[in-house]
């Protein structure tokens, strides 16, 4: 059994690293959407925004199941519950920074992201919507980027926690023949 300071300290080099490459697709993402242009450059931005997520998810993926190879071939005495306790550790340290991130970027970076969003809504439902439906959604943007903090810590931990539960489970090679007692 792996102390449990050793798997946070490891956990939270491999989770700056995922949450590094999650900011930066983010940011990515983010200028992409800056350009302005006709109809081609925004097809351009658009198929360039799928193959930035795609490589994104790919890579995360990847990292994930090296980062956890790599913890297991680095101690002594690595179980498949050490892996995945390592997995989740790794999955929560990223989710941790890349949403305080996020919430960084839409709070001061670019506050103005989620008015024009909303502005866009209403634009849209105008007429489908009651006054006060609008003043409930005009009420609802204060807490918005605590909400949306929230969401995603939680949903990148669960995606995380997913990756660490299917690559644990051979990490390192589970022998049915030995007599674990």
């Not at 658009?46 to 994104?56: A, C, G, I, T």
């Not at 941790?96 to 439902?125: C, G, H, N, R």
Request: aromatic share 12%.
């Amino acid at each position: 059994m792996v102390e449990r300071k050793i798997v946070w300290s490891d956990a939270a080099r491999s989770g700056l690293v995922l949450g590094g490459v999650s900011i930066a697709y983010m940011v990515c993402s983010m200028l992409l959407t800056k350009i302005q242009g006709g109809t081609f450059a925004s097809v351009l931005v658009n198929v360039s925004s799928l193959l930035l997520w795609v490589f994104k998810l790919v890579l995360c993926i990847r990292l994930m199941k090296i980062f956890i190879q790599k913890f297991a071939a680095s101690h002594e005495g690595v179980s498949n519950s050490d892996t995945f306790r390592f997995g989740t550790c790794t999955a929560l340290l990223s989710a941790i920074l890349y949403s305080a991130f996020f919430l960084a970027w839409i709070s001061f970076i670019q506050p103005d992201m989620l008015t024009s969003s909303l502005d866009t809504v209403k634009e849209a439902y105008s007429e489908a919507l009651t006054e006060a439906q609008l003043d409930s959604m005009d009420g609802m943007m204060a807490k918005l980027p605590n909400v949306m903090f929230f969401v995603n810590l939680f949903w990148c931990w669960l995606f995380g926690t997913v990756l660490a539960a299917i690559f644990s489970r051979n990490i390192p090679p589970r022998n049915p023949f030995i007599d674990e007692q």
